[in-house]
């Protein structure tokens, strides 16, 4: 058994964004799919044996199985079956798989084995699940409503993700479903960090809940910083297909280890430039993949920053005694704002409770189950 490649390709939950927020901005349809017994499809390249099933009889004692196919339990499965779909869509764009003609584009995202499927052409989308339909068993799930553990409802405003049964079941597993909510995640200026004379807790069950609260942030980047189940993150129908992102970061906040906290928003100081580095290649990133899509942004990308010694070294780029230190290819940014726009600051400080709330209009983060 091949233990070394194992590792096998999943959607960045980035692309999943940009595919709903395209969609909810040029009104595609969005389709959801699951392959059946998607494992059982992997080509094994290496050769396997198991044991002779229960059931099976054999007079031959010592006798074994070669596989032909990948079995669920095989560390190389989930590769075998990419590299088994991947072949079949003849493209190796990751987990992302485009297709344009005349003016048609399709898209296709895959999960493990849950995938969707949007394009601006019906036709087109219906081709392609007919296609998989004669090279898997592929169960129709309908329109998009429920994809890892995020919720989907469209509107006439837009599309909204919310995480509301994640939210439920995280707080009865910490035994926190009756608590009093919280007007924001972390009093103002409140600073984290290590007490000699707290009693040691579960490292394990720590560590599971701040993951936990890692992929929460994914729908809720209010909690990014610091961690109400109904609250969602909207992708306007009637927003535009330019590119805008805010960069921010602190200076050696953690008052343990000194180290900084950085964090970046895009729109479908020495330790602020590095922040800001981190968001202009995220932009790029997304320039390039809506340019794949078929979607190349016209207008400049604008990248919002309120650091006047980051904004200083991007103005002047010259490597003086104190920045020296600072590699090469952080020296390529070129925008600011002011300090009061600056929506990141939910990302990287404890900020006053109407700071915050101001950042999640912005955001498009609201309470869809708020009483009216």
Known sequence: MDYEETFAPVAKLNTVRVLLSL?????????????????????????????????????????????????????????????RFTMAMKNNDHTLFLKHRKGKVTALIIYVDDMIITGNDKQEISQ???????????????????????????????????????????????????????????????????????????????????????YLSHTRPDIAYASAPGKV???????????????DADWAGNVTDRKSTSGYLTFVGEAEFRGMTKGICELLWLRKLLTELGYKPTSTMNLFC??????????????????????????????????????????????SSKAFHNSLDQLGIGDIYAPT
């Open 233 to 247: 993150l909207m992708f306007s129908k009637h927003g535009h297909l330019n590119i805008d992102g805010y960069s």
């Open 128 to 214: 392609l699940q007919d296609y998989l339909a004669t090279e898997f068993e592929m169960k129709d799930l309908g329109g998009l409503k429920y994809f890892l553990g995020i919720e989907v409802a469209r509107s006439q405003q837009g599309i909204f993700l919310s995480q509301r049964k994640y939210v439920l079941d995280l707080l009865t597993d910490t035994g926190m479903l009756d608590c009093k909510p919280a007007d924001t995640p972390i009093v103002q200026n409140h600073h984290l960090g290590e007490y000699p004379d707290q009693v040691p807790t579960n490292k394990e069950r720590y560590q599971r809940l701040v993951g936990r609260l890692i």
């Open 23 to 83: 969609a909810a901005n040029l009104d595609w349809p969005l389709h959801q799919f699951d392959v059946k017994n998607a494992f059982l499809h992997g080509e094994l390249t290496e050769e396997v044996y198991m044991d002779i099933p229960p059931g099976y009889n054999t007079t031959q004692t010592g006798t074994v199985c070669k596989l032909r196919k990948a079995l669920y339990g095989l560390k190389q499965s989930p590769r075998a079956w990419f590299g």
């Open 306 to 351: 309120d650091n006047k010694a980051a904004i200083a070294i991007a103005q002047n780029p010259v490597q003086h005694d104190r920045t020296k230190h600072v590699e090469v290819d952080r020296h390529f940014i070129k925008q600011k704002l002011e300090a009061k726009d600056q929506l990141t600051d939910i990302l990287t400080n404890a900020i």
